[in-house]
């Protein structure tokens, strides 16, 4: 299925290609630039890289970051998220170490090509997140029935912060 979508990727981008090298010089070219540009390869580095742009930009709200393939992700995937580590594709999340606040970036990509079972999943984790949050703190269950659960490419993913929006656009410029 991989191979599939990477050969169709190939010929969409020669073609692409071949249109912006044929386009006129004149007013309203096509550059071939403009033309073969495309979102970047969903792929356990750039999941990885994007989670961790986003501890960097908030370094405070997030002290901690696990991805896929690393043993602390790995051991509590089920857990955290209802889905075996190999069931993922790739994975991430982005937390607040200390567990005082709800604050998380998770992102989860698996095996279909529509993302609907990790928007599953990481509405499901809004969902608990909000339920151990109730009892416990309170003041945080705000920010986690504003969080955002959306598709991101071929996965999905969880975002509860008070900047959700930005944080949003992060994911975006570097996923989408």
Do not use: H
């Amino acid at each position: 299925m991989r191979i599939k979508a990477v050969i169709s990727a190939l010929l969409l981008s020669a073609c692409l290609a071949g249109c912006g090298e044929a386009a006129s010089s004149g007013s309203g070219a096509v550059s071939q630039a403009e033309t073969t540009a495309q979102a970047p390869e969903i792929n356990a580095s750039t999941v990885s890289e994007a989670v961790e742009t986003i501890r960097a930009a908030y370094p405070e709200m997030f002290t901690a970051v696990s991805s896929s393939g690393e043993e602390l992700f790995d051991q509590n995937a089920e857990k955290l998220f209802g889905c075996k580590p190999e069931e993922l594709e790739y994975g991430a999340i982005a937390y607040n170490a200390s567990g005082s606040t709800a604050d998380e970036v998770s992102i989860l990509i698996l095996g279909d090509e529509d993302g609907d079972k990790a928007l599953a999943l990481l509405t499901e984790r809004k969902d608990v997140r909000r339920a151990d949050f109730e009892d416990y703190k309170p003041s945080e269950v705000g920010k986690i029935d504003k969080a955002l659960v959306f598709k991101l490419n071929k996965g999905a993913a969880l975002i509860i912060s008070d900047d959700a929006e930005s944080i949003r656009e992060m994911l975006s410029q570097k996923l989408s």
